[in-house]
């Protein structure tokens, strides 16, 4: 298949599934259309388009190919209109959401080689593309980034896939990375969500910080009243 075909798939179908996983979390939280479609929108597009404008080649691929825009538009309209509440439609979600996830690592590192860009440039460009969508939906409804710590291994995926996309890639094996990137999301997705993998967090015992600051500090203060008495003249 030509590569410029199977990306443009690739890249679509990334879209079509982030829409309705952004716009799934418009129905949790109570919103109404204009909320569906605003974090659809943003989950489906966000990442391509901050890519785009860091390559700087020009418009966002996501203005200028309207099936991305329809794609994440229909994708928010059916979440809104089709109630993903069931188990076998969580499931489908979770799905969706790796699947999708290892689409864009592929399709956004590719876009870095096929710019001329060095291998780990290439890579950022995978992760953002896959993650940067995610993390605006998160912080336009006020939550801290699923990716942030004590969430099952996602953006580690990102980031694997996105180097065997490279890789592949620069040995002229463009379907096989593809292919192989989108299968290691899938896979190790599905495994860090069934068996909780998640990177380790480092824990603050503030009440132990706050007893050493406290400690550091009443020392400082009474070395410096011995210095002033030891310089302050006998009466």
């Known amino acids: ?71 994440a538009i229909g994708a928010s309209v059916f979440a809104y209109l089709v109630p993903l509440e069931s188990q076998w439609s969580r499931r489908s979600l979770v799905l969706a959401d790796v699947l999708a996830l290892g689409c864009w690592s592929a399709t956004g590192a590719s876009k870095g080689i096929s ?17 940067a969508g995610g993390v605006m939906r998160d912080i336009i409804v006020r939550q801290t980034p699923a990716i942030f710590g004590s969430n099952p291994l996602y953006a580690t995926f990102s980031i694997v896939a996105a180097g065997v996309m490279v890789i592949f890639q620069r040995n002229d094996m463009y379907e096989v990375g593809m292919g192989l990137s989108i299968l290691i999301c899938l896979i190790f997705g599905l495994a860090a969500r069934r068996y909780r993998w998640v990177l380790p967090v480092r824990q603050m015992n503030l009440l132990a910080d706050s007893r050493r600051v406290f400690k550091r500090e009443h020392m400082t203060n009474l070395r410096r009243r011995s210095r002033r008495k030891a310089t302050e003249p006998d009466a």
């Open 1 to 71: 298949m030509d590569p410029e075909v199977l990306f443009r798939i690739v890249d679509v179908a990334g879209v079509i599934a982030y829409g309705v996983i952004g716009a799934s979390l418009a129905r949790r939280l109570n919103y109404d259309l204009i909320g569906y479609l605003t974090l659809g929108i943003v989950n489906a597009l966000g990442g391509g388009m901050i890519r785009d404008s860091l390559l700087g080649t020009g418009f966002p691929v996501a203005l200028t190919d309207p099936w991305y825009l329809a794609g």
């Open 115 to 131: 710019a001329g860009l060095a291998p780990i440039p290439s890579i950022f460009l995978g992760v953002t593309t896959a993650v």
